[in-house]
């Protein structure tokens, strides 16, 4: 067993920090599904839907940097004690407006808004901090790999408490839990000292992530796999209601099943990581697993049969998300200290910034030739983008420079 990554939590610090973000994570899903709960029942109206989307994953664009920036030039505990706050005190505030009455779109909007803004800026420093916790970066791969098991179990989990909330009492509650949630993992990090870190006493520049990542091909190949990925595969979860609907003629059940399935698929590729050998051609695993999710989304956009569909979803998710924790533990083993909550950060920028603008993409094909051909097309081109990053990957092993 100690060969796991659940050997990580005989780490003291490690331990406590995954609880109380566990705890915050599980808080944060609720929230989520009760905003967008929200914004439905206030307005009738499924392109507030996509706005509630588009304001909460865009920031990652243009912040999702700036964060990465903060976490290397300052203490990443006190940045993300700060972001930590901040979501707690947007959560209670939003509780606070609901339960008195004063909720409405005009005001939820620029909550999605902030949400999505510190979300941004979290990006960088949070990673960042979890290598300073762990200490060894030999350990990183099982700290990556408990991360996405506590994230993917909130996927599941997260929803099903707001559900039983919002069928008990109110959206209000849902935002209250979260603002609770995070409470604790500000005091862990208070009562946290983890190792610091002899940063350089060169001032960081904002763009010297992106010329890293730029000049460093192993990287550089990551993120443009994870950027196509976000861009013209993953925007499949936002129209999951449509295929549910219109394609196999179901009701909610079906869209709750189609998601179920993607969620399945991403938790037992997450236990699967965490409970086996660390693999040693990281990027290769990562272009192999994306290529399949791909070829698995587009038999999914091809079908009818409501049968067929949830273990294409569920395989697919199983491969995304295999390449997703698999990328971002390269990127955390090998990304020097001097830059490292840049280049963190755009991981985040690249997979959940191209999220939104895929979706508008693809909504646009889909206006013209159908979603159904719209999503596969996106898949098949995903699938061969990463065939050709793949032998771009083979090349420079066999040719090295």
Wanted: with cysteine; net charge positive; aromatic share 10%.
């Amino acid at each position: 067993m100690n060969q796991t990554a659940f050997s990580i939590l005989k780490n003291r610090d490690y331990r406590w920090w995954f609880t109380g973000q566990a705890a915050f994570l599980l808080g944060n899903k609720a929230q989520g599904v009760a905003v967008t709960w929200l914004a439905y029942s206030l307005t009738g109206s499924v392109t507030i839907l996509g706005v509630v989307a588009a304001l909460t994953m865009l920031p990652y664009l243009i912040l999702g940097p700036v964060g990465g920036w903060l976490a290397d030039r300052f203490d990443e505990r006190k940045l993300v004690m700060l972001t930590q706050g901040l979501f707690s005190l947007l959560a209670l505030s939003m509780a606070v407006l609901h339960a008195a009455g004063l909720m409405n779109i005009a005001l939820l909007l620029p909550c999605a808004l902030g949400i999505g803004l510190i979300s941004a800026l979290d990006a960088g420093p949070r990673p960042a901090l979890v290598q300073r916790i762990v200490g060894d970066r030999a350990l990183m791969p099982k700290a990556v790999a408990l991360n996405a098991i506590a994230f993917h179990v909130s996927r599941f989990a997260g929803p099903a408490m707001a559900g039983m909330v919002l069928a008990l009492a109110n959206e209000w509650v849902c935002f209250l839990l979260n603002g609770l949630a995070s409470l604790p993992l500000i005091f862990i990090l208070a009562k946290m000292r983890p190792a610091r870190e002899a940063h350089s006493a060169h001032k960081p520049g904002l763009l010297q992530g992106f010329a890293y990542a730029a000049g460093h091909p192993e990287t550089r190949t990551l993120l443009l796999a994870f950027f196509c990925v976000g861009l013209l595969s993953s925007p499949y979860i936002m129209l999951l209601p449509y295929f549910a609907k219109e394609v196999f003629a179901g009701d909610a059940s079906y869209y709750g099943f189609l998601f179920a399935a993607s969620g399945l698929g991403s938790l037992a590729a997450s236990f699967t990581i965490a409970l086996r050998r660390p693999v040693l051609d990281l990027p290769r695993a990562t272009l192999i697993a994306f290529s399949i999710a791909a070829l698995l989304i587009a038999a999914f956009a091809s079908t009818t049969n409501i049968a067929l569909a949830l273990p294409l979803l569920t395989m697919a998710g199983f491969g995304f998300t295999y390449g997703a924790i698999s990328l971002n533990t390269r990127i955390q083993l090998t990304v020097p200290l001097a830059v490292r909550g840049r280049v963190l950060a755009l991981i985040a920028t690249t997979g959940l910034g191209a999220m939104p603008i895929g979706s508008l993409l693809v909504a646009s094909v889909a206006d013209t030739f159908g979603t159904q051909l719209a999503v596969a097309s996106g898949a098949v081109t995903t699938f061969l983008f990463m065939l050709w990053l793949k032998q771009r990957h083979q090349t420079a092993i066999v040719v090295p420079g």
